[in-house]
């Protein structure tokens, strides 16, 4: 094996996440998806230690379970202990995020389901790339183009800082037979119109270096948002009352802090699909109080909407049905 070929790459990169964020146990899961990223990344995954393959059948393609049973296959000749196909009907799409969210939000359940320790992800730079251009679009604030967390447990992503032509050539270099999958040529989805169109072009257009330069500023963002947020955990029991948040306390808040703050009592209290323009909506009620409405956020309920008000000086939440 070429000492500075591409899968000594790999396997120094997910050796050293190993050693940054260790790992209990001496066994952890792959989710495989038969492509070459994963393909790659169980070959590597399984010399390192006892490694299970778990693969995600969506049921969306003809030929999904023959996909599905040839990944399972490799993943026993590549080294893995066990090899888990787990079929999953995808729910119904949601407009906030289409057939791609629905497949991955059963995706990401069944392999929490199914898994026996952390699970990890072959999410590389390019696709980090990508999410950062996804959230910049979105405006969904600095958390979203943060983009994905190596270390986010049970999720591990150890070829965050891998291009995507490493772990291709990986897999020529061992001579393995990464599936295809269509969707990534597919123009109709957003994600494949990024990485077909919109990168490619910045690349030409700035000289180089764009996918880089977004997972940089990825991690820098998370960095920062992490600190924020370690701010407003520590803020928040003090303006906390009873289930509510004290309005004057809040106002003394720093507006970042504040408005964390807001988000986590959102999310505790079973907001779900925030965005950057509710929580800056609810915190206009601290700093542009006028007597005004409440703000309607997502509910973790059915049928059923939070509403965000303030009442007597505190911020309180409550349930309608929609």
């Known amino acids: 094996m070429d000492r500075s070929g591409p899968v000594v790459q790999l396997r120094g990169a997910v050796e050293a996440f190993a050693t940054a964020y260790p790992v209990a146990g001496d066994r952890w899961s792959v989710a495989l998806s038969g492509g070459p990223d994963s393909l790659a990344l169980t070959a590597v995954a399984a010399g390192l230690r006892a490694t299970t393959a778990l693969i995600v059948d969506h049921g969306l393609q003809p030929d999904s379970a023959a996909v599905a049973e040839t990944a399972r296959a490799q993943a026993l000749a590549l080294g893995c202990v066990a090899a888990q196909v787990i079929r999953v009907e995808v729910g119904p799409t949601r407009p906030a995020g289409g057939p791609e969210a629905a497949a991955r939000a059963a995706r990401y359940a069944a392999l929490s389901a199914a898994r026996r320790g952390p699970v990890l992800l072959a999410h590389t730079l390019d696709d980090q790339a990508e999410t950062v251009l996804l959230g910049l679009g979105r405006g969904s604030g600095a958390r979203s183009i943060a983009g994905m967390r190596p270390h986010d447990p049970p999720w591990l992503r150890p070829l965050l800082g891998v291009r995507r032509a490493i772990t291709h050539a990986a897999c020529r270099e061992l001579g393995l037979s990464a599936w295809q999958d269509p969707h990534n040529t597919d123009r109709r989805f957003t994600r494949t119109r990024l990485r077909l169109e ?43 009352e009873g289930s509510g948040l004290r309005a004057g306390a809040l106002a003394a808040l720093a507006g970042p802090v504040r408005r964390r703050v807001i988000r986590a009592w959102l999310l505790a209290g079973g907001a779900t699909g925030l965005t950057d323009k509710q929580i800056r909506g609810v915190d206009r009620l601290i700093t542009a109080w006028r007597g005004q409405g409440g703000v309607a956020v997502g509910s973790d309920v059915p049928r059923e909407r939070l509403i965000a008000g303030r009442r007597d000086g505190v911020l309180v939440l409550r349930r309608e049905p929609v």
């Open 198 to 240: 919109v990168l490619p072009l910045l690349e030409e257009v700035l000289g180089g270096g764009v996918a880089e330069a977004l997972a940089r500023t990825a991690t820098a963002l998370r960095e920062d948002t992490g600190f924020i947020d370690e701010l407003a955990a520590e803020a928040l029991p003090g303006v906390t």
